[in-house]
């Protein structure tokens, strides 16, 4: 064979290796990307995961301390207060009778209907911009009205935004002590004061139904 | 198309007839120092850029025009130490001298410094042509850089310049027909493989019509009639950097 023809052999074995190792390159690329976005994919699946978690965790921990303990009275409390609402409803219907005989219809059906106008006017307003103050105040008219159902509701929600605020549990205490509960009551207040430390008014509470 | 014939002209040799003006700048820069009788000239560039061509052809140029010019010309110093000696020997012409000498690396220290003050005293212009790194030694040395009243710097040729050089070659010889086949690809790659150093672009295109005008013969439907394929290019490359023999 002569020597230009050997050259050519050669120029053609050069050549195949060459489009041989840029193929082999191209593939090595091509795989790289491909592996690098599916690693990515992952990723960003793990950390959206992770980022749920993390929301998870933040919310919870607040729950924790906004229901610490109401929570498990107020399951055994809602029951409780059913029955007793329809015992007192018979009870109020025995004592306002005779108010009603003693004063006027027409007066105490103003009375009522301007107390359900504030009480409604306060929700509203409570609705629309939620606030301690307005809902305690709710809390409070349910408590004279003697209705400790919602006062327990109202209550719960006043603690939920300022869970450091005594009003809210001393409110909530009274409540339980209305109906009968106060050994719920005094854990209520003791894990106030071991949660927020210690607290006059709580204390008070405390020593009189130890009383 | 005789590619046999073509190759000829790129054959590894310093001919006038096939000197091909790349830099008409140059040549005419060069030929007004001499005329202008500057002392020392500095021709330096990269070796196979062109620096024997442009000597020798100014150096003919001369010869050819009637002038008050004593030419010498030198091409190796080394091998011609005693046209070198006899310049020193002062007749009582009074022509202008005008000495080329080419490949000057190869001048002892004592001869330069002895050319050095001949240029001084004497109606000498001296022409020096030397490598780039040689030429820096020559300039590093303060006395003698002072001396010299002109450089000429031979850089390597660019593509498009590659590009007229070799059309010119070829149709200057009436090989038009092999010109036409040569494409941008073809210039491209000559001067990826040459870096545009004309000696290199001489000896690749030589292997190159060389290894055609082979298969031509041998296997004619191999080559195409219309265009230069690379792959003769590329084996040209293949063949003068020894890859055949290992």
């Known amino acids: ?12 074995k050069k050549k195949y290796i060459k489009i041989f190792i840029y193929i082999l390159i191209l593939v090595s690329f091509l795989s790289i990307g491909i592996f690098i976005y599916i690693q990515n994919k992952h990723l960003k699946q793990a950390l959206k995961i ?14 924790k301390k906004l229901t610490l303990y109401p929570i498990s009275p107020e399951i055994n409390i809602t029951k409780q207060i059913q029955k007793r609402k329809s015992k007192k409803i018979e009870k109020t219907k025995k004592i306002e009778k005779p108010k009603k005989v003693q004063s006027p219809k027409s007066q105490i059906k103003i009375i009522i209907k301007s107390q359900k106008q504030t009480l409604q006017s306060l929700v509203n307003a409570y609705n629309i911009s939620p606030d301690y103050a307005q809902a305690i105040k709710i809390a409070k008219i349910y408590f004279n009205r ?4 919602k006062t327990i ?38 894990a106030y004061l071991n949660t927020y430390g210690a607290n006059e008014e709580i204390e008070k509470l405390l020593r009189s139904i130890n009383e | 198309m005789n590619f046999k014939d073509a190759k000829e002209l790129f054959r590894d040799r310093i001919d ?18 001499i005329v202008e009788k500057e002392k020392i000239i500095l021709v330096f560039g990269e070796a196979g850029n062109g620096k024997s061509f442009l000597m020798k052809k100014i150096y003919q140029n001369l010869l050819e025009k009637d002038n008050d010019f004593k030419l010498y010309f030198i091409s190796n110093p080394f091998e011609e130490s005693e046209a070198i000696d006899e310049l020193f020997i ?23 410094e002895r050319l050095r003050m001949l240029a001084d005293n004497q109606p000498y212009t001296i022409i020096l042509a ?10 590093a040395k303060k006395h003698f850089k002072t001396r010299i009243n002109y450089f000429i710097n031979l850089k390597p040729l660019k593509l498009d310049k590659i590009e007229i050089f070799i059309s010119s070659k070829l149709i200057q010889n009436d090989f038009n027909n092999i010109a036409s086949l040569f494409t941008k690809s073809n210039y491209k790659l000559i001067y990826k493989l040459t870096n545009g150093n004309l000696r290199e672009i001489n000896k690749l295109l030589y292997k190159t019509f060389d290894i055609i005008d082979y298969f031509k013969n041998k296997y ?3 080559v195409s009639k219309n265009k230069i394929d690379n792959k003769y290019i590329e084996m040209a490359n293949m063949d003068l950097k020894g890859l055949l023999d290992g």
């Open chain 2, 16 to 33: 006038i007839n096939l000197y091909v003006p790349l830099s008409q700048k140059m040549e005419i820069d060069l030929t007004y120092a």
């Open chain 2, 220 to 222: 004619p439907q191999k």
């Open chain 1, 146 to 149: 003697h209705n400790y159902k």
């Open chain 1, 1 to 12: 064979m002569d020597r230009y023809e050997e050259l050519e052999r050669l120029y053609y």
């Open chain 2, 130 to 139: 030397t490598h780039e790194k040689e030429a820096k030694k020559i300039f």
């Open chain 1, 50 to 63: 992770e980022k749920n978690i993390n929301n998870i965790k933040k919310i919870k921990p607040e729950v």
């Open chain 1, 153 to 190: 509701e109202w209550s719960k929600k006043a603690n939920q935004i300022k869970p450091e605020n005594p009003t809210s549990w001393l409110l909530f205490a009274k409540t339980l002590v209305k109906l009968g509960k106060s050994k719920k009551a005094k854990e209520v207040l003791s």
């Open chain 2, 90 to 112: 002062l007749d009582n012409e009074e022509k202008h001298r005008v000495v080329f000498i080419d490949e000057a690396q190869t001048l002892t220290e004592e001869k330069i």
